[in-house]
């Protein structure tokens, strides 16, 4: 007989190794045919709601590891809500509109002047719908369950409908207006921009100070004296309309270089410093209500210059004495209607000088700057001329510099509703908890938002004019024009004549000839997806306002997150969201922003062809996300290996399952040994701190409870521990069913604890498990965990147990090391112990041979008694000696009572009766 036959090895057919990318795509296929997106929410149906609402990414290009981290964070939350009593349906977005798909089709050839702004959109259209269908492939091979085939589009004609009911409800309480004023806006994108698509970059600027001559001092000051401002965008000189003065400053005259200059008092000394004044003397000081409308003399024009007066100026830095464009500047804009200024803005939409610029027109801004600085030298008004290097805002788009322009735009007014505004952030919880603190200071200083794009490829600001230029939105025609883009899709509005898109027999007072004109710029695509809470949760059966969370990057607190809150608050009175999580950016492995030209880009469907979804998946439970993450390839490898942990225990659980039927061979809990329900306490507290961890959104903490559990509860101890008894016992005997339920049970919370974030691993596995009967675990609920009597008692017991445990492997080890033992098997083991670790090992009832992998154990006395040359440690005195006795065949343990049984002659005696027993006949 070949004894080793008789062992009760591990045996299953689930895989040691992954192979994910090749395993993946097999059971997503699985997916798509059972519809399993669809089965979940059958199955879950009338459990309370939680609704996770997807802020769409915009639909361009292939994912990166930003969307990867993003949708995976959400598939964790969307996978764990539905296994634990909530109906949790997931309906993903695109964002579709807006200049990089304008830019992307340039790129490829399209000429937008040279065909209509129609056929120019149907082109954006086709585009965005190929860009949504190569990244909703991408998503899904992400493993992210979602209503993949029903998604949200901001394009489509049923969402653009309720955009503008969304514009319409706001009108309709006054909180949309057209007004001149200073916006952002690029010339490389040729249109406005809001405060959320703005980020700020480094640039390099001419640093001017300049003298304006005054030529009627109000008694203040005598005429000739010269204010001196300083700028860094000498561009903005041809546009000034006044010298904006602090009414509560000091203001000193002074003597220098043969001039007269009038300076802030608090920055005389930095003034002079950077102008060289060597030789200065204070003629007189003057408080900045003094100088009131005074009149200096424009440096480069034959006009004047007016001295007001304004809060905003600072002293900073500069010199008191602030240059005024109200055509380039909010504080200049709004200090310049107090005094009536003219709003002069001298630059077109491309960011090219007008003829109001006289001899500067036709020069690009920037370029403006030299020929302006070289006249007000040539006309004796340059006091000082360097460079510096400052944050600057960028069109973050087109990552070029934009300007403060004044155009005539529409406007959503944020000041009529900014309270309720800071009042719903209030009420929502955020996580992180800053989260709420840098929103609340972005409401509160926030001008109205510039919601007008002078684009093509957007959803039409829905206004038409009367002869006499007065805008009209009424709920007739807001309800006519949301109709004919459910109908026919925003497209018609080009399409159409004004008078064919007015609801029929539409009349209007100011224009009593019929005749109307329609608006042509487009809502700025925050608006956009800002409207979806309305377009989505409340237009969507099974859907509800607010969400129960939104979950973005953190640039989204002055992008979506904040959008939403604006038209949310507008038309419902509350936020459109209960919670709101943000995450960080992910970055490569040394901190460094990605970037191609570096060449430290990760790209997601690399990693997946290579490793894996779940090892991606399992990357972001490991991050603390809430802040920017790492990731590389080293990164991704260590990762990797903590799955093949994970997954070496699935298949040990599995193998030593075989023949296992739950039905029959379970032991109760009543009937299990105490080593038996200190596992099972142990993997009660893994569920409950798991849990908890899911519901905090802490996912790098179920990361380490998952692998901790794996590689120290099990591997470490209970199934090394569990071996002996797993291969060498009776199929059938108490002890090894026992420890079977125990792994069963474990498995089971295992592939339920991980399913959200190990997708694939766990559909794989829960196939493989006996007795069983849903198709997926994702039809399952999380774990409960189990009721263990006298469990505090047990748990003190038996940690103090490994306490001890942890001393016998030390001392094995150096016994190993001195090549005493071999093998711990070869070992027997004598320890000196307290009177309390006495009776503790007295009172268990399992083998302590066993327990401590070893052949044999003694208590040899108490602490006092331990020989020299015992090693000592926390719990006691160790004495580690080799085994007496021959070697079992079968089991390995050594044993002087080997040959005893005459038929077996190389077997102890246990494995002696096992094989008489069960295998003798099959001899």
């Known amino acids: 007989m070949e004894y080793k036959d008789t062992l009760l090895m591990p045996k299953t057919e689930f895989p040691m190794r992954g192979n994910l990318p090749k395993r993946e795509p097999e059971i997503q296929e699985t997916w798509n045919k059972t519809d399993i997106y669809n089965k979940v929410q059958e199955h879950t149906k009338g459990r309370p709601l939680f609704i996770l609402h997807d802020g769409p990414p915009y639909a361009n290009g292939d994912i990166h590891m930003g969307h990867a981290l993003n949708k995976i964070l959400k598939d964790f939350i969307v996978r764990y809500k539905s296994m634990s009593g909530f109906h949790a349906p997931y309906v993903p977005g695109w964002d579709t509109h807006g200049l990089p798909i304008e830019t992307a089709l340039a790129k490829k050839g399209v000429k937008r002047k040279e065909i209509s702004v129609a056929e120019f959109r149907k082109l954006c259209e086709e585009y965005a719908y190929e860009q949504i269908h190569n990244q909703r492939e991408q998503f899904k091979r992400l493993g992210v369950r979602g209503d993949w085939e029903n998604p949200y589009i901001t394009l489509k004609p049923e969402y653009e409908a309720q955009q503008i009911k969304v514009f319409g409800d706001m009108a309709k309480k006054g909180y949309i207006y057209k007004g001149l004023k200073p916006v952002y806006w690029s010339p490389s994108s040729e249109s406005a921009l809001a405060e959320a698509e703005i980020e700020y970059q480094d640039k390099r600027s001419a640093s001017i100070y300049v003298g304006f001559e005054v030529t009627d001092g109000k008694g203040a000051v005598e005429e000739g004296v010269k204010i001196v401002i300083w700028t860094t965008t000498p561009w903005t000189i041809p546009a000034n309309q006044g010298i904006a003065l602090h009414p509560d400053l000091t203001y000193a005259v002074v003597e220098a270089d043969g001039e007269k200059y009038l ?29 009131e409308k005074a009149v200096a003399k424009h440096p480069l024009y034959d006009r004047e210059s007016l001295v007001v007066l304004g809060e905003h100026v600072t002293t900073d830095a500069g010199t008191g004495c602030v240059h005024t464009a109200p055509g380039h500047g909010e504080d200049d804009f709004i200090v310049g209607q107090k005094y009536g200024l003219e709003v002069l803005c001298p630059v077109d ?31 004796g008004a340059l006091l000082k001329l360097t460079f510096i290097t400052h944050s600057y805002p960028h069109d973050w788009r087109t990552k070029k510099p934009t300007i403060f322009r004044a155009t005539a735009q529409w406007f959503a007014s944020i000041k009529d509703f900014r309270q309720e505004l800071l009042t719903a952030v209030e009420e929502t919880k955020w996580v992180p908890a800053w989260g709420e603190t840098r929103l609340h200071n972005m409401v509160r200083d926030r001008g109205d938002w510039c919601i007008s794009r002078q684009r093509a490829w957007g959803v039409p600001i829905p206004v038409f004019y009367a002869e ?84 973005e990057g ?87 290996e903590v799955y093949r942990k994970i997954r070496n225990t699935f298949r040990f659980l599995l193998g030593n399952l075989e023949g296992f039927n739950p039905e029959t061979d379970k032991v109760s809990l009543n009937g299990l040994r105490e080593v038996d329900k200190y596992m099972l306490i142990k993997l009660n507290r893994l569920v409950k701190n798991a849990k908890q961890a899911y519901d905090n959104y802490e996912f790098a903490t179920i990361y380490h409870l998952v692998n901790n559990f794996c590689t120290l509860d099990l591997s470490a101890f209970y199934l090394d521990y569990a071996k002996d008894i797993l291969y060498c016992e009776a199929p059938d005997s108490k002890e090894r069913c026992a420890i079977q339920t125990v792994l069963y049970e474990s498995l089971l919370v295992l592939v339920k604890l991980v399913s959200p974030i190990l997708s694939h691993t766990a559909d794989e596995v829960w196939a493989f498990i006996p007795g069983v009967t849903e198709e997926s675990v994702q039809l399952t609920l999380m774990p409960d965990g189990f009721e263990v009597e ?94 007496e006795g021959e070697t079992c065949e079968r089991c390995w343990n050594v044993s002087e009572d080997v040959g005893k049984v005459e038929e077996h002659p190389t077997l102890c005696p246990r494995c002696a009766a096992v094989v008489e027993e069960h295998y003798s006949q099959n001899a």
Do not use: C
């Open 263 to 291: 300076v802030a008092e608090a920055l005389l000394e930095s003034v002079a410093s950077e102008v060289g004044w060597e030789d200065k003397k204070v003629v007189k000081t003057v408080k900045g209500t003094e100088l």
């Open 349 to 379: 939409e491309k960011g090219y000088m007008t003829s109001e610029a006289g001899e500067f027109a036709g020069l690009f801004y920037d370029e403006a700057n030299k020929p302006i600085t070289e006249k007000l030298q040539e006309a």
């Open 468 to 551: 006499n230029g007065d805008p009209i939105i009424t709920d007739e025609t807001i309800e006519h024009v949301s109709n004919l883009f459910r109908e026919h899709g925003s497209n018609i509005w080009f399409e159409r004549e004004a008078k064919d898109l007015l609801p029929e027999g539409f009349s209007h007072e100011s224009s009593p000839n019929g005749k109307f004109t329609k608006e042509t710029d487009i809502m700025d695509v925050w608006f956009d997806s800002g409207s979806s809470h309305q377009a989505v949760l409340v237009e969507r059966d099974g859907l509800e306002r607010p969400a129960d969370l939104y979950l």
């Open 554 to 640: 953190s640039d989204q607190y002055r992008g979506w997150f904040n959008s939403s809150l604006s038209t949310g608050v507008a038309v419902s009175g509350k936020a459109p969201y209960k919670g709101v999580l943000s995450h960080g950016f992910a970055l490569d492995g040394e901190g460094r922003k990605m970037s191609k030209s570096i060449g430290n880009v990760v790209v997601p469907a690399k990693v997946m062809n290579q490793l894996g979804a779940d090892i991606l998946r399992l990357w972001v439970a490991s991050v603390d996300y809430q802040s920017d993450v790492r990731v590389s390839d080293p990164i991704l490898k260590q990762v990797a």
């Open 790 to 883: 006298n469990a505090t008692v047990i748990e003190e017991k038996w940690n103090t147990f490994m306490s001890l445990r942890d001393d016998v492997l030390k001392a094995l080890e150096e016994a190993r090391n001195e090549k005493v033992i071999g093998k711990s098997l070869n070992a027997k083991v004598t320890v000196y112990v307290n009177d309390r670790v006495k009776k503790l090992l007295e009172s268990i009832e399992e083998s302590l041979e066993q327990l401590f992998i070893v052949s044999a154990f003694e208590v040899g006395g108490n602490l006092e008694s331990a020989p020299e040359q015992a090693l000592e440690l926390e719990k006691a005195a160790i004495v580690v000696t080799k085994a």
